[in-house]
């Protein structure tokens, strides 16, 4: 039987690969770091942003945003990348990946925060560091040390919310996650089917509920009912022209 081909709208993605057999696919900083360099360059390439990300000895995991109908093609050329830079460093053939990556739509804010919390809390909750900023191959590593940045997380959602607050990173990120929420809710979001043209019809109500407002304050009204409506903060901004951090706030200071 045919696989089932993927169904890709605009939107978050957590996405999920395994080395083959699960072997060990990282074996020292350098092939870290690669990976890091690899995923940097193909997300500007395909105009990704990439949010969260954790490398695992023999998986890593993603928080990625895409615009455009790409992720398949994003996703080919960053295990090609890689699995030929490996395959040579080690004098190995054959594939390196265990099949097709795994990847879920955000369906929402509660999913998308659980999400963050989940993939930066990898490390600690395999028991391979005592503290979360021991570990250098997340992103909260780099979200923590100033001296350090990566160019592919200079969107990054805690980054556009948090700025470079780093106590406030640390808290957010190192909140509880309760594993039997992420089930449930990954379970509704798995393998993403929503048709492009729900999409459409979601980004034109919400265009009806915050478009020409006449000013600031009406302008703000509007935001916090199309929140109230279930949309996202990420879609707000983009349709008012603000930043997800700016329209944050408004919803916050109605609470």
């Known amino acids: ?16 690969n395994r080395g ?14 690669t990976f890091e360099e690899l995923l940097c360059r193909s997300s500007k390439e395909f105009e990704i942003t990439v949010h969260n990300f954790c490398l695992m000895d023999n998986h890593y995991h993603l928080l990625i945003e895409i615009r455009k ?6 996703m080919k050329q960053l295990g090609m990348s890689y699995s030929i830079y490996f395959n040579k460093k080690y004098k190995r053939s054959g594939h390196l990946w265990q ?15 659980t999400l963050i919390r989940y993939i930066e ?13 021991e570990y250098r191959f997340c992103s909260f590593w780099y979200f923590v040390n100033e001296e350090s940045f990566l160019e592919c997380l200079k969107n990054a959602w805690l980054y556009e919310n948090y700025g470079k607050n780093i106590d406030e990173i ?15 809710i990954s379970k509704a979001s798995s393998l993403v089917v929503a048709p492009l043209s729900e999409n459409r019809k979601t980004v034109e109500n919400l265009r009806e509920i915050v478009g020409n407002f006449q000013n600031k304050q009406e302008r703000n009204n509007r935001i916090i009912q199309a929140h109230k409506e279930g949309y996202s903060q990420q879609m707000i901004a983009k349709e008012v022209g603000l930043s997800q951090q700016a329209v944050g ?7």
């Open 249 to 255: 706030k408004i919803i916050k200071t109605k609470k």
């Open 170 to 184: 640390r808290d957010f990120v190192l909140a509880s996650v309760d594993m039997d929420e992420l089930k449930e």
């Open 121 to 133: 809390q990898n490390p600690l909750k395999a028991g391979m560091v005592k503290e979360l900023s």
């Open 69 to 74: 109908a790409n992720l398949a093609k994003f």
């Open 1 to 16: 039987m045919p696989r089932k081909p993927r169904i890709e709208i605009a939107g978050f993605y957590h996405v999920i």
């Open 99 to 113: 099949g097709r990556y795994k990847s879920w739509y955000v369906t929402d804010e509660r999913y998308l925060y």
């Open 20 to 33: 083959v057999e699960q072997r060990t696919v990282f074996l020292d900083e350098d092939d870290f770091h």
